[in-house]
Antibody, heavy 116, light 108 residues
Framework: QLVESGGGLVQPGGSLRLSCAASEFSFSSHWMSWVRQAPGKGLEWVANINQDGNGKYYVDSVKGRFTISRDSAKNSLYLQMNSLRAEDTAVYYC???????????WGQGTLVTVSS | DIQMTQSPSTLSASVGDRVTITCRASQSISRWLAWYQQKPGKAPKLLIYKASSLESGVPSRFSGSGSGTEFTLTISCLQPDDFATYYCQQYNSYSSLTFGGGTKVEIK
């Protein structure tokens, strides 16, 4: 199970930290992802992190602004979002990557709205 | 980066119809292709992985095929529960995942 939290309304240029609590699987064994979906739009991959947290990858539009991290002791995934823009407004999903495969399970999502 | 192009963007069909959705990759991704179903207000659900492997619990009317740059998702006999939006996704490398633009399957 994946449960996101931390979404909300933030002004342009502001910051927000999303959290994702994982349970019922071996969190430390899996790559993890953040994927977002702007209102009425399609899915957009945002970031991946490997099992030990040393491998982090981002879509070009968030590089230098967003940071993905994880805490295996707390079975938690995070997304620190800085310098937020209106175009970052979206539902953000935490997702689990199956070993050797792709995303096989998603959280319910948390809405981030960037607006003045 | 690898681009994924889905077609059509919208599809009108009736219960019982056979439906096919196409996904094209901008470069070869071997068979590293997944299909997801998403209903309004819900998270996506994995249907197919590795181009043609059916995820556990997914009805057998869903099937996938293809390799390289051309892939298809087929629903053999459309059911009322299948009206949704479908996305393809490439995972040739975990350093960059890409989704297709989506195909909305509507009631005709």
């Amino acid at each position: 199970q994946l449960v996101e939290s931390g979404g909300g309304l933030v002004q342009p240029g502001g910051s927000l930290r999303l959290s994702c609590a994982a349970s019922e699987f071996s969190f430390s064994s899996h790559w993890m992802s953040w994927v977002r979906q702007a209102p009425g739009k399609g899915l957009e991959w945002v970031a991946n992190i490997n099992q030990d947290g040393n491998g982090k990858y981002y879509v070009d539009s968030v590089k230098g602004r967003f940071t993905i991290s994880r805490d295996s002791a707390k079975n938690s995934l995070y997304l620190q979002m800085n310098s937020l823009r209106a175009e970052d407004t979206a539902v953000y999903y935490c997702a689990k990557i199956a070993v050797g495969e792709t995303i096989d399970y998603w959280g319910q999502g948390t809405l981030v709205t960037v607006s003045s | 980066d690898i681009q994924m192009t889905q077609s059509p963007s919208t599809l009108s069909a009736s219960v019982g119809d056979r439906v096919t959705i196409t996904c094209r990759a901008s470069q070869s991704i071997s068979r590293w292709l997944a299909w997801y179903q998403q209903k309004p207000g819900k998270a996506p659900k994995l249907l197919i992985y590795k181009a043609s492997s059916l995820e556990s619990g997914v009805p057998s009317r869903f099937s996938g095929s293809g390799s390289g740059t051309e892939f298809t998702l087929t629903i053999s006999c459309l059911q009322p529960d299948d009206f949704a939006t479908y996305y393809c996704q490439q995972y040739n490398s975990y350093s960059s995942l890409t989704f297709g633009g989506g195909t909305k399957v509507e009631i005709k």
